[in-house]
T-cell receptor, first 111, second 114 residues
Framework: SQQGEEDPQALSIQEGENATMNCSYKTSINNLQWYRQNSGRGLVHLILIRSNEREKHSGRLRVTLDTSKKSSSLLITASRAADTASYFCATDVRSGYALNFGKGTSLLVTP | DGGITQSPKYLFRKEGQNVTLSCEQNLNHDAMYWYRQDPGQGLRLIYY???????QKGDIAEGYSVSREKKESFPLTVTSAQKNPTAFYLC?????????????FGSGTRLTVV
């Protein structure tokens, strides 16, 4: 079952701007992960944040996790045209057995 | 280089036919997964396997079957019982179930019913 819900569904920004995507989920998690998917390709793992962590950085990516609100955000700073893709959050649920994926946010970065 | 290979990239199936999608990994991962992706639907879990010779149904297993005879291989058969098989199919693997590592995905197979 799909547990994560990303917001917004679509986002259009210009190069150099920051992009923020949000993810909400419903049940307790072990960790939350973000993935990128270029059109017609497989998903690529970006970053994982554990349930006892509040913030994590990787290059131009910053992820936050608020377990009290059951929400996470992904910030991409100084975006580039190559960041154009769909971004998915996925939750490793304590009572589950595989990652649950949201429907994704489609990001368009224009030069 | 280690990774997951899915084949074929494109597959066309006539109504009433069974077709098999290949998924091979050389990452020495224990866990493997099959997801289906439809436009605007995100990814939905079909089957998963935590170890050789063992697999479990996911959320949408009806009309699909799998086998896990080798650690490296997790083929998915789309049977004629699957009413709407046109979709993008993604195979993934993980070191093991419940690891704090991300999944590695293949590049997908796009199946179309003609």
């Amino acid at each position: 079952s799909q547990q994560g819900e990303e917001d917004p569904q679509a986002l259009s920004i210009q190069e150099g701007e920051n992009a923020t995507m949000n993810c909400s989920y419903k049940t307790s998690i072990n960790n939350l992960q973000w993935y990128r998917q270029n059109s017609g390709r497989g998903l690529v793992h970006l970053i994982l944040i554990r349930s006892n962590e509040r913030e994590k950085h990787s290059g131009r990516l910053r992820v936050t996790l608020d377990t009290s609100k059951k929400s996470s955000s992904l910030l991409i700073t100084a975006s580039r045209a190559a960041d154009t893709a769909s971004y998915f959050c996925a939750t490793d649920v304590r009572s589950g057995y595989a990652l649950n994926f949201g429907k994704g946010t489609s990001l368009l970065v224009t030069p | 280089d280690g990774g997951i290979t899915q084949s074929p990239k494109y597959l066309f199936r006539k109504e009433g036919q069974n077709v098999t999608l290949s998924c091979e990994q050389n990452l020495n991962h224990d866990a493997m997964y099959w997801y289906r992706q439809d436009p605007g639907q995100g990814l939905r879990l079909i089957y998963y396997s935590q170890i050789v010779n063992d697999f479990q149904k996911g959320d949408i297993a009806e009309g699909y079957s799998v086998s896990r005879e080798k650690k490296e291989s997790f083929p998915l058969t789309v049977t004629s019982a699957q009413k709407n098989p046109t979709a993008f199919y993604l195979c993934a693997s993980n070191v093991r179930e419940r690891s704090n590592y991300g999944y590695t995905f293949g590049s997908g197979t796009r199946l179309t019913v003609v």
